[in-house]
């Protein structure tokens, strides 16, 4: 294991940092893999702002600085006086921009969709490798506008990330109109990196496979990036055209959201949750397809039920972009509307409730490793369950009445974003960084990071749910100034004690990201024993990926089948003859007669 | 799927023999993205022209704009400019056929790129007639904000393919003084297939434009 030679000449050239060109390849590469380290790296850092960001809002909530405190003084003595009102909103509208744009959706699509689509499916590299690089940049300078709102007169946008018509289209009702331009502007360049990311990924996925690489042999991780691409390349445009409308409102006088001049405010909030649903599933179907990889490999088994998995992910990119209207219930809709939305909403809760049970069926008697990797990997399955279930709550018309706007809405989607996608991206980091870095991460300090993080995300995000139906709204700076919810602000306090040690556990995740990198267990091409093509190859891969371009045999879970020495088979290996070709086609194991 | 397109590994520097098919079908699925960009400010204007009633569109006072019988002169300008912008993706068309067959095909593309320019020259033209007839982004309720954006963004795209297609003249010109020199003219046909896919949804898009902003 510890003798990871590379043999090609252009590999090794890969472990040499040591002169300048060796860093200027992170700059600029056509190389998918750097490219997706680009990403990873970014939305790494991207992280730590918006989880700052997300800090100081936690603060405010506890130690609020307009608090009237019981000696009549105003500003609770811990609070930051820098954060009034107008301040707080533009953190929560810079937390969720930052953590949806620059987050979550880079380091699932931008970061891992790069690094692991053409080695999974055997080819050297993206369709279009300018456009690719392309992309990277283009996403970062749309990072840095939306960020620059800060440091603009009036400060960041303020209107939620949702920026919800006229007060975001009107510069007198959200006083930063350089600010909102901004965020318009940097979501509409954000657009464009998808869009260049999406169709690269659909043609390299269909046209550039090995082969033997069929469509059904392709791991669910391939899988879950391709129809992600879809909802990026169809529902991102429609955001796009929205934004310029926003721009155009603010700047030059249009009057697309103007009620006053015959323009609909409404039409704002149909545009952005028409893309807003389909990107929630953005936002969580490559979590779910490197889920079901992980889970496979650290429980030597085959994934439960891979075709029905596949049928529910277009299902539910289908079905994604016909719910919409669940964000709108109480924004004046159509009573018999409202309930075809609520039942479109069940409905994508099946193909939910499918992927689980196949996840549940995955590990279901399997020899499980745990590994840090996998626990990660549970902890999103089990995340997203409660994720999930309070989405079907909401998707009630009378329940959302009740609920709408409240903490119930923030603890429902911090379960499936914090403990659905980011707990996946964890999953993943551990999972393939030995081949990102030919070195595996510590799994002590991986597990002890696990664990702090598993504990305090659900000390911090469950009690929200209790607050919420207490009656607590969103996007309020201050609850103490709201009779009916001073008794609630030990729980806030609360909630803001275990932001602070989740915020603080993540160090330990960061130190052993980098400490890793030069004093890891050397890993070998294949330290998981996983069956996929890219621990087929150097960890980490030459340029070009494959010395040369491998044949596929067989799909990818082949875990303990039975009558094999070795208990996987790699994807490359050709059908053992003294085996009926038939037990090798199956996917699960069979008995062999 | 062996018979996938298959990039030989360890060179993705040389594209290899499949280079034809990919940027294609790349080109393809990019149009999809492009065709929804459309559609959100389709779906859009007609939200907010529904939403004016039945009479109030265009706005009373407004510069007419939309077909009459007889056709107004402005009418009659704007059915030309369409059948122009039309005229042009056959004469693309010409020329990939010309350049297929061994010529050059510049022709065609030349006629396709003066073509493109006269539709944008007269679209700005009519851009600042309406303007100073009054209407403009921000005037007659969101009859002006859908008008101008709507073929703003048509317009941009007009622009970039024209682009696309001055590049693709000049390398006509190339391949035509290749064949004034009695050479064949070689390299591949990539650049001027992706153009000319891009032009031709340009045009489409137009044609729902033009059906929904000045005759329904
Ligand atoms: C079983 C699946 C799901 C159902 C039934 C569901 C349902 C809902 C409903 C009805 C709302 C609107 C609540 C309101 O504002 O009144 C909502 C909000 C939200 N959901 Fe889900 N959801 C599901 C899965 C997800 C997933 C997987 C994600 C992201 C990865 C997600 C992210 C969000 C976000 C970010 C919001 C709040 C948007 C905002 O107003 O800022 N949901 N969900
Ligand atoms: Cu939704």
């Keep these: 294991m510890s003798t990871a030679t590379l043999t090609h000449a252009e590999a090794h050239s890969h472990h040499d940092h040591h002169e300048a060109t060796g860093w200027k390849k992170y700059l600029w590469s056509l190389d998918h893999k750097i490219i997706g380290l680009q990403y990873l790296f970014g939305s790494l850092a991207f992280l730590f702002v918006g989880g700052g960001l997300a800090l100081l809002l936690r603060w405010q909530l506890a130690f609020p600085s307009t608090q009237v405190m019981p000696d009549g003084n105003v500003g609770n003595p811990l609070s930051l006086a820098f954060i009034n009102p107008q301040f707080y909103n533009a953190l929560f509208t810079m937390h969720a921009t930052v953590m949806v744009f620059l987050v979550v959706m880079p380091v699932l699509v931008g970061a891992f969709g790069n690094y692991l689509i053409p080695l999974k499916i055997g080819c050297g590299d993206m369709a279009f490798p300018l456009i690719n690089e392309l992309s990277f940049w283009v996403w970062l300078a749309s990072g840095l506008i939306m960020l620059a709102g800060f440091f603009v007169a009036g400060g960041a946008a303020a209107g939620g990330w949702t920026s919800y018509a006229p007060l975001s289209s009107v510069a007198a009702y959200n006083g930063t109109k350089i600010g909102q331009t901004l965020w318009a502007a940097g979501i509409f360049i954000n657009g464009l990196a998808s869009i260049m990311g999406a169709f690269n990924y659909i043609t390299t996925i269909v046209n550039m496979r090995a082969p033997g690489m069929g469509f059904f042999r392709m791991p669910l991780a391939v899988w879950a990036l391709f129809i992600t691409a879809f909802l990026l390349l169809l529902a991102i445009p429609v955001l796009s055209a929205a934004g310029a409308m926003l721009i155009l409102d603010l700047n030059f006088g249009t009057n697309f959201f103007n009620p006053a001049k015959g323009g609909q405010p409404l039409l704002w909030q149909h545009l952005f949750w028409f893309f807003g649903h389909p990107e929630v599933y953005i936002l969580i179907l490559p979590a779910m397809g490197m889920v079901s990889d992980i889970l496979s490999v650290n429980s030597r088994k085959p994934v439960f039920g891979y075709r029905a998995m596949v049928y529910a992910m277009i299902a539910i990119g289908f079905l994604g972009f016909i719910v919409w209207g669940h964000h709108m219930f109480v924004s004046g809709m159509n009573l018999v509307l409202s309930a075809a939305f609520g039942v479109s909403t069940m409905v994508i809760a099946v193909p939910s409730a499918i992927k689980t049970f196949n996840w549940l069926g995955t590990i279901w008697g399997g020899s499980i490793r745990f590994n840090t990797a996998m626990l990660n990997a549970l902890a999103f399955v089990s995340m997203f369950v409660i994720g999930g279930f309070s989405g079907i709550f909401m998707a009630s018309t009378p329940v959302n009445i009740f609920v709408h706007h409240t903490y119930f809405i923030v603890a429902h989607f911090h379960y499936v974003l914090f403990g659905g996608s980011i707990f996946a991206m964890f999953a993943a980091i551990y999972f393939w960084y030995p081949k990102m870095f030919g070195r595996l991460m510590n799994e002590t300090l991986g597990k002890i990071h696990f664990a702090l993080t598993f504990i305090f995300f659900n000390l911090c995000f469950f009690p929200m749910h209790n607050v919420g139906l207490g009656g607590m709204m969103r996007r309020i700076a201050d609850p103490t100034a709201y009779e009916h919810l001073r008794a609630l602000q030990p729980i806030n306090q609360f909630i803001t004690i275990a932001a602070i040690g989740l915020g603080f556990s993540q160090l330990l995740f960061l130190y052993n990201f980098f400490r890793s990198l030069r004093h890891g267990e050397p890993a070998g091409k294949n330290p998981w024993e996983a069956t996929t093509l890219e621990w087929t190859v150097d960890s980490p891969p030459g340029h070009g990926n494959f010395a040369t371009t491998p044949t596929v045999y067989r799909g990818a879970y082949e875990y303990s089948v039975p009558g094999h020495a070795k208990d996987f088979i790699m994807q490359t290996e050709p059908p053992d003859p003294d085996l009926p070709a038939s037990a090798l086609a199956r996917s699960r194991p069979v008995p062999v007669g | ?216």
């Design chain 2, 1 to 216: 799927m062996s018979s996938a397109i298959v990039t030989a590994a360890h060179d993705s520097s040389a594209p290899g023999a499949q280079r034809f098919t990919l940027p294609k079908f790349g080109m393809l699925v990019f149009l999809a993205s492009e065709a929804m960009l459309f559609a959100g400010l389709i779906g859009g204007y007609i939200v907010l022209r529904l939403a004016q009633g039945p009479g109030n569109w265009p706005p009373p006072g407004a510069p007419e704009i939309g077909v009459k019988i007889p056709p107004t002169f402005l009418n009659w300008v704007m059915i030309i400019n369409t059948a122009i912008l039309l005229t042009s993706s056959l004469t693309y068309h010409w020329g990939e056929t010309r350049m297929r067959k061994g010529g050059s095909g510049l022709l065609g593309y030349g006629l396709t790129a003066l073509f493109g320019a006269i539709f944008l020259g007269v679209q700005a033209w009519e851009w600042l007639h309406l303007k100073h007839e009054g209407m403009w982004l921000d005037t007659y309720g969101t009859y002006g904000s859908c008008f101008f954006t709507m073929t703003g963004f048509h317009g941009a795209h007009v622009f970039l393919g024209l682009l696309a297609i001055l590049l693709v003249t000049w390398r006509a010109i190339l391949r035509q003084m290749r064949l004034f020199s009695g050479q064949a003219p070689t390299g591949s046909h990539t650049c001027e297939e992706l153009t000319g896919y891009y032009w031709h949804f340009v045009d489409v898009v137009w044609i729902f434009l033009y059906s929904i902003l000045y005759v329904v």
